[in-house]
C-alpha cells in the first residue's frame, strides 16, 4: 500500500504486514524524498486500504465522493464504541457541524461526543453539510486540535478540506467515527 507525504506530495510504499502490530497506534517515519515526519494511525481500515486517496499537490481539498455518493438524505455520525466512548448516533445539521468532547459550555452547532477520550478536542474538527440541487455534500475539516484529524487513516494537514461521504471513517483521539 502507498502514503503519501504532506510535504512534497511523493508516495511511499508500506508493507502493511509490518504494521499489524501496531494496530490503533500513530506512527511516524520520515519520507525518504524529503526527510519530512509521514504521520499515520494504523487502523483496521488503513491496514486494508487498497488506495490513498488522491491529492493534488498544489491543492487543500481532497474528493471522496466516489461514484457520486452524495445523498438525498442528510446523514449521521455513528461513534465506535471503545474504552473511553460508548457507541453513539449523532445526527448532522445543515450548516456548520463542530464534532468534539462534550463540556459543560456547548455551542449552538457542536455535535457533542460524550467521551472520556482525552486526546479528542472539545473543538476537534467542522464537517460542514451542504444542500445542492436535493443533494447533501459533507466537507470535513481540522479544527487545529492537538492530536489531528485522521480520514480514512490518513492525517489532515491543517489546511485540507475533505469532501467525505457515506461510509468515510473519521478518527479524532482514539474514537473512531462512521459517516452513516
Not at 38 to 66: G, M, S
Not at 87 to 94: F, G, V
Amino acid at each position: 500500500m502507498n502514503v503519501r507525504c504532506e510535504s512534497c506530495g511523493v508516495q511511499l510504499k508500506v508493507n502493511p504486514e509490518k504494521l499489524k502490530g501496531l494496530y490503533n497506534k500513530k506512527i511516524k517515519f520520515p519520507c525518504k524524498n524529503c526527510g519530512n515526519d509521514i504521520k499515520i494511525h494504523v487502523t483496521a481500515d488503513f491496514l486494508n486500504q487498497k488506495k490513498v486517496p488522491e491529492k493534488k499537490f498544489h491543492t487543500d481539498v481532497i474528493d471522496d465522493r466516489a461514484n457520486n455518493k452524495t445523498s438525498s438524505e442528510l446523514l449521521q455520525l455513528k461513534i465506535i464504541e471503545n474504552d473511553y466512548t460508548k457507541a453513539q448516533l449523532l445526527k448532522l445539521n445543515i450548516g456548520e457541524n463542530i464534532i468534539g468532547r462534550a463540556s459543560s459550555d456547548e455551542k449552538q452547532n457542536k455535535v457533542a461526543v460524550v467521551t472520556n477520550d482525552m486526546e479528542m478536542s472539545r473543538e476537534h474538527c467542522l464537517i460542514t453539510v451542504e444542500k445542492t440541487n436535493e443533494k447533501f455534500q459533507y466537507i470535513l475539516k481540522d479544527c487545529k486540535s492537538t492530536n489531528g484529524t485522521y480520514h480514512n487513516g490518513i492525517k489532515l494537514s491543517e489546511h485540507d478540506e475533505v469532501f467525505i461521504s457515506k461510509e468515510s471513517q473519521i478518527e479524532i483521539g482514539i474514537t473512531l467515527i462512521k459517516l452513516i
